[in-house]
C-alpha cells in the first residue's frame, strides 16, 4: 500500500519539541504530558479541520472486550461535564456550524473530528477537550446506545463481504482475530458495564496515547496556545501493550471456497494472502514491501501482464488483477485478487495453477532478475511519491487524516522518514522481502463463486480439502474462546469569488468557465454534455453513462494500456459518467503534467475507441451492479423507491442502466450516441487550476473549438408528485432488521419554500436522532433529508430498524415534539444551524475538483454560475415561521409514500 511521503524536517527545541516542514505548512509539538500535536496550515477556505485520535480500537482488545472501544466511542458522543446530553452535545455543534461530525473505531486507532468555521477554533478544541477528557459515561445512555450498536452488528452478519473477512482474518490472525474487528460480537456489547467503559478511559483515553490534528486556516502560534490551554492537564499513564500476532500462521497452503448470490454465475473471484511483514517488528521490509506494490500499480508492469495474459486464467484484463502490500502496525498483509471468466470450466484447476503461477513462476523471477523492473520504472515509483505528496496538501482533512493513519500504524517518525527510506530500497532488498514473506511462507487461497457454479464443483473442491465459508464459521465468536484476561461574510465572499471567474466561449460557442486558484498544484478540467438519461430513448437509458466511461478506456491515439500508463506515471486521473439531465468526463492532474494528460483527454472526448473487450467489461460489470443491487436490502430498497415514485416520469430513465435496457446497449448504438453529442449547443467547460487564460483558451480552442453546432432542447421535466402508498417487500439479507423509507412532497431549488425546508430538514434531523435513535433505540440510523436532481422529494430513513412498529411510533413522536416547538426555540436554535449549512458549502469547494462542481451544479440548474454562492443569502434570511410552515407543508400535510424491506 502506497503512504503518504515525507518532506524536508526542520528541528527546533524549546519547552516542547517542534519541528516544521521546509515550507511551513506542516508544525509538530509534543506537550509535557506526552500529547502529540500537528498543525497543518492551508489558507484555502475559511474553516479548521480537528481530530483527535487514540492508539486503540481492535488492537487493544482481547476476545472478552472485541467491540468495546467501538461501543465506547458511541457512548463518548452522550454528554460530558460541560455539555451534558446528547442534545446538548448535538446543539453546541450545531451552534458552531459543525455540518458533519463523526468519530470511527478502527483496527488500530479511534479517532473524532469535525470542520468548523476557522474562527470558532478555540470553540472546537475546548469542545473536544471536555467530550475526551470528562465524559459522564451514563449508564441510562449505556443500555439504550447497546441497543444501537447490536443492531448494527446482526444487520451486518449475513453480509458475505462480512463473512469473508471475518474468514479471512481468522485463518491470517488465528491468535487473535478480535484484533482486527472493531464491531465485536453481541454477547460482550450486551454484558458491558459502566466500570467497563471507566477501565478503556483510564487506560487508553490519555494523552501519551493520543493526538491531535488541526488544520486548515489556522495559525500554529495560536493553535499550540490553545492545545495547551485545554489539553496541558490531561492526564498520562501507562498504556497495555497489544499482543503480537502470528508471523507464520499456516504450516501448508489453506483453500476457502464462498457462496455469493451477488457474484454473476460468469465469473469467479480468485484471492491469495500472506502475512506480511508488521511495521513494528520489521520496518525495513515495509519499504521493499511498497516499492514492489507500487511497481505493480503500473497497469503495463510485467508482473500483471503475465499473470493476466496467461490464458489458462481468463482474467478479463489487467484492471481485474492487483497485488499489494498492506501495511499494519501488527497485522501486515499481502493481497492477490483476480476475477477468472467462464468459471463453469475447469475452475478448481485453474486456481491451483494461478497459486503456481504466482509462488512458484513469476515470484522467484522477481528475485532472481535484477533487471525485471527497468530503471525507467523505478524512476515513475519515486516521481509518483512526489506528486502523491503534493496531491495530498490540497485540503488539511486529507493531509491530516493520512498523517494520523501513520501516526497511529508505523513506528515514530515513519512517516517524516518515509522518501528518504525508501530511496534506498534495492533489488536485494525486495528480493529478501519475497523470499521471506511469500516463498517462505503459505498462502490462504480463497474463491468466490455465484451458487450455481458451487453447485458444479461442490463434491470435488471438498475434496480438495477446500472449506466452505458460512455464517457457522466465518466468525472467531462462534469458536471456543481461549481464556484472557455565521460568521462569514457571504456577501463579501460571493462577490470577490464572482470577480475572479472569467466567463468566456470558445470559437464555436461553447461556454468556458474559467476559476483560477494559485494555492496548489492540482488543475481540474471539465467537459459537460446537456442532454442526460431523460433525452435518451428508454429502451437503451443509460448508454450516456456507458459512453463515457468507455471514453476514458481508449482512443484512437491511445490505447487503454498507454492511458493507464500515462496516468499511473504522472498521478492523474480520468474519468467520465452520465446522470439523468447531463454527462461529464474529467480531468485532474498536477500543473506541470497538464498538456500530457490533456491531449490524451481530448482524444478521448473527441474519437474514443470502443474496444470491444472492454464494452464486454462494462457491461459485465453493469450486470453485476444489477444482481447485488437485488441482494442487497439497502440498494433494493432504493430501487423499489425509484420504480414507484419516478414511474411515468421523465426520471424513470436511469442514468445507468437497467435489467431492461442492458440487453440494448451495443457498440453501434453507443456510436451513434456519440455523434449526437458532439455538439456545441450541448457543451460547456469548466476549469479550476492555476492557469493562464490565453494558453488554455488556445489549447480548447484548437481541440473542440471546430465542433458544429446544432439546436439542441432539452425535454421539461415535470413537477413530481407523491401519492400514498405502502410498499413492503421481503429480503432474507436483512437478517432480523428493517430499512424503511417514507417519501413526501419537497419544494425544488426555484422554489420559494426550497431553503426553508432544508434548514427544516436539517433541524428535524436532530429532533430524529434524539428521539428514534438516542431515547428509544429502534435503529442504527435515522434521518431525512432530499433526493433528485431538477425536481426533488422528501425522503425520510430508518436503517437497521429492529422493530418497524416502535421505529413508526417514534417517527410520529419527533414529528410531535418538532411541530410543537416554539419559535422563540427555533429562532434561538437557528443561527447553528445556518452556519452548518456555511461550513458545509465551504466543505465542499476545499479541492478544485468541488469548486468546479459547484459552478457546473449552477450553470446546469440555473444557468447561472453564481446560483450557489447566492443561496447563502436567501438562507440566511429564512425566519423560524419560515421553518415551521415548511415543515407543516411537506412533513406533516403532504401526502407520504412508505416503502419496507425486511427481514423479520
Given at each position: 500500500m502506497n503512504k503518504l511521503k515525507n518532506f524536508f524536517i526542520l528541528w527546533i527545541i524549546f519547552f516542547i519539541g517542534t519541528f516544521s516542514f521546509a515550507n511551513e505548512n506542516l508544525h509538530y509539538y509534543k506537550l509535557e504530558n506526552g500529547l502529540d500535536v500537528y498543525i497543518f496550515e492551508n489558507h484555502n477556505a475559511p474553516l479548521a479541520y480537528i481530530e483527535v485520535a487514540l492508539k486503540a480500537g481492535a488492537i487493544k482488545q482481547n476476545f472478552e472486550t472485541a467491540g468495546l472501544f467501538h461501543l465506547y466511542e458511541h457512548i463518548m458522543f452522550k454528554g460530558n461535564s460541560k455539555f451534558k446530553n446528547a442534545k446538548e452535545v448535538q446543539r453546541a455543534l450545531n451552534d458552531f456550524g459543525v455540518a458533519n461530525w463523526n468519530g470511527s473505531t478502527g483496527d488500530e486507532f479511534v479517532n473524532y473530528y469535525f470542520t468548523l468555521p476557522a474562527e470558532l477554533i478555540e470553540q472546537g478544541l475546548e469542545f473536544w477537550a471536555y467530550a475526551i477528557k470528562e465524559p459522564l459515561l451514563d449508564e441510562t445512555e449505556l443500555e439504550k446506545e447497546k441497543k444501537v450498536v447490536i443492531s448494527e452488528i446482526t444487520g451486518n452478519l449475513s453480509s458475505p463481504n462480512k463473512q469473508l473477512n471475518d474468514a479471512i482474518f481468522k485463518n491470517l490472525f488465528p491468535k487473535s482475530p478480535w484484533q482486527l474487528d472493531p464491531a465485536g460480537f453481541e454477547k460482550n456489547i450486551q454484558n458491558c458495564t459502566k466500570e467497563d467503559l471507566i477501565k478503556i478511559k483510564d487506560k487508553y483515553y490519555v494523552a501519551n496515547n493520543a493526538a491531535i490534528f488541526v488544520g486548515g486556516d489556522v495559525q500554529k502560534d495560536e493553535v499550540i496556545k490553545l492545545v495547551n490551554k485545554y489539553f496541558s492537564n490531561w492526564k498520562s499513564a501507562y498504556v497495555p501493550k497489544h499482543t503480537e500476532q502470528i508471523s507464520k500462521p499456516l504450516a501448508s497452503e489453506k483453500f476457502l471456497i464462498q457462496q455469493d448470490a451477488q457474484l454473476p454465475a460468469n465469473m469467479a473471484q480468485v484471492m491469495m494472502?500472506?502475512?506480511?511483514?508488521?511495521?513494528?517488528?520489521?520496518?525495513?521490509?515495509?519499504?521493499?514491501?511498497?516499492?514492489?506494490?507500487?511497481?505493480?500499480?503500473?497497469?503495463?508492469?510485467?508482473?500483471?501482464?503475465?499473470?493476466?495474459?496467461d490464458k489458462n486464467f481468463k482474467i478479463p484484463s489487467t484492471d481485474y488483477f492487483s497485488a499489494w502490500y498492506y501495511t499494519k502496525l501488527s497485522s501486515g498483509r499481502i493481497n492477490f485478487m483476480t476475477v477468472f471468466n467462464e468459471p463453469e470450466k475447469n475452475l478448481l484447476n485453474r486456481v491451483l495453477k494461478f497459486y503456481n503461477k504466482i509462488h512458484n513462476n513469476e515470484i522467484p523471477k522477481i528475485i532472481k532478475n535484477k533487471k525485471y523492473f527497468s530503471k525507467k520504472e523505478f524512476e515513475n515509483v519515486k516521481q509518483k511519491i512526489k506528486d502523491k505528496r503534493l496531491i495530498s496538501t490540497e485540503t488539511a482533512e486529507g493531509f491530516l487524516s493520512e498523517l494520523r493513519f501513520w501516526w497511529a500504524s508505523a513506528p515514530e517518525n515513519y512517516f517524516f522518514t518515509y522518501e528518504q527510506n525508501l530511496n534506498k530500497v534495492s533489488h536485494i532488498d525486495i528480493s529478501q522481502f519475497l523470499q521471506k514473506y511469500i516463498i517462505e511462507n503459505y498462502p490462504l487461497i480463497v474463491v468466490k463463486v455465484n451458487p450455481e457454479i458451487f453447485k458444479l464443483y461442490e463434491s470435488s473442491?471438498?475434496?480438495?480439502?477446500?472449506?466452505?465459508?458460512?455464517?457457522?464459521?466465518?466468525?472467531y465468536w462462534n469458536d471456543a474462546p481461549p481464556a484472557e484476561n455565521n460568521l462569514f461574510n457571504e456577501n463579501n465572499n460571493s462577490k470577490e469569488k464572482e470577480n475572479e471567474m472569467e466567463i468566456l466561449k470558445l470559437k464555436n460557442g461553447i461556454p468556458f468557465y474559467l476559476k483560477k486558484n494559485t494555492t496548489n498544484s492540482i488543475q481540474n478540467l471539465r467537459i459537460f454534455v446537456l442532454g442526460g438519461a431523460v433525452n435518451t430513448d428508454s429502451n437503451i437509458t443509460g448508454i450516456e453513462d456507458a459512453l463515457f466511461k468507455i471514453m476514458s478506456k481508449g482512443s484512437k491515439k491511445f490505447?487503454?494500456?498507454?492511458?493507464?500508463?500515462?496516468?499511473?506515471?504522472?498521478?492523474?486521473?480520468?474519468?467520465?459518467?452520465?446522470?439523468s439531465d447531463f454527462a461529464t468526463l474529467q480531468m485532474n492532474c498536477l500543473t506541470h503534467h497538464f498538456n500530457d494528460v490533456f491531449e490524451i483527454f481530448s482524444d478521448c472526448f473527441l474519437n474514443p475507441r470502443f474496444s470491444k473487450s472492454e464494452f464486454k467489461i462494462l457491461l459485465d460489470d453493469y450486470k453485476f451492479d444489477l444482481t447485488r443491487s437485488s441482494e442487497n436490502p439497502k440498494l433494493l430498497l432504493e430501487k423499489i423507491v425509484a420504480n414507484n415514485i419516478y414511474k411515468n416520469h421523465p426520471y424513470a430513465n436511469t442514468s445507468t442502466p437497467n435489467d431492461f435496457s442492458i440487453n440494448n446497449i451495443t457498440i453501434e448504438e453507443m456510436k451513434n450516441h456519440h455523434k449526437k453529442i458532439l455538439n456545441?449547443?450541448?457543451?460547456?467547460?469548466?476549469?479550476v487550476g492555476n492557469f493562464e487564460t490565453e494558453k488554455i483558451l488556445s489549447l480548447l480552442n484548437h481541440k473542440f473549438g471546430n465542433i458544429l453546432n446544432y439546436d439542441f432542447k432539452s425535454i421539461e421535466i415535470p413537477k413530481l408528485i407523491i401519492e400514498k402508498n405502502n410498499i413492503l417487500e421481503k429480503c432474507e439479507a436483512s437478517n432480523g432488521t428493517a430499512f424503511k423509507q417514507f417519501i413526501f412532497n419537497f419544494p425544488s431549488m426555484h422554489d420559494t419554500d426550497y431553503h426553508a425546508a432544508c434548514l427544516a430538514a436539517t433541524m428535524y434531523d436532530e429532533?430524529?436522532?434524539?428521539?428514534?435513535?438516542?431515547?428509544?433505540?429502534?435503529?442504527?440510523?435515522?434521518?431525512?433529508?432530499?433526493?433528485?436532481?431538477?425536481?426533488?422529494?422528501?425522503?425520510?430513513?430508518?436503517i437497521n430498524i429492529n422493530n418497524l412498529t416502535n421505529f413508526d411510533k417514534s417517527i410520529l413522536e419527533a414529528q410531535n415534539v418538532f411541530k410543537t416547538m416554539s419559535v422563540e426555540e427555533i429562532e434561538k436554535r437557528l443561527p447553528g444551524f445556518k452556519n452548518s449549512y456555511t461550513t458545509s458549502e465551504y466543505k465542499l469547494t476545499e479541492t478544485n475538483s468541488g469548486v468546479a462542481s459547484q459552478?457546473?451544479?449552477?450553470?446546469?440548474?440555473?444557468?447561472?454560475?453564481?446560483?450557489?454562492?447566492?443561496?447563502?443569502?436567501?438562507?440566511?434570511?429564512?425566519?423560524?415561521?419560515?421553518?415551521?410552515?415548511?415543515?407543516?407543508?411537506?412533513?406533516?400535510?403532504?401526502?407520504k409514500a412508505e416503502f419496507t424491506v425486511t427481514g423479520y
Open positions: 494472502f500472506y502475512r506480511g511483514p508488521d511495521s513494528e517488528k520489521d520496518v525495513y521490509a515495509t519499504y521493499a514491501a511498497d516499492i514492489w506494490g507500487s511497481l505493480l500499480e503500473n497497469p503495463k508492469n510485467k508482473f500483471s501482464k503475465r499473470i493476466c495474459n473442491f471438498a475434496k480438495y480439502g477446500f472449506t466452505e465459508i458460512t455464517k457457522d464459521n466465518a466468525f490505447s487503454k494500456e498507454k492511458i493507464e500508463k500515462i496516468l499511473h506515471d504522472k498521478s492523474a486521473s480520468i474519468s467520465g459518467y452520465g446522470r456545441a449547443s450541448r457543451i460547456f467547460i469548466v476549469a429532533t430524529l436522532f434524539n428521539i428514534v435513535r438516542e431515547k428509544n433505540g429502534t435503529c442504527y440510523s435515522v434521518g431525512n433529508s432530499y433526493k433528485g436532481s431538477k425536481v426533488l422529494y422528501g425522503l425520510l430513513y430508518g459552478i457546473a451544479t449552477s450553470i446546469l440548474f440555473f444557468d447561472d454560475a453564481f446560483a450557489l454562492e447566492k443561496f447563502a443569502q436567501k438562507r440566511n434570511a429564512v425566519t423560524a415561521q419560515e421553518i415551521q410552515a415548511a415543515f407543516k407543508k411537506y412533513w406533516i400535510d403532504s401526502d
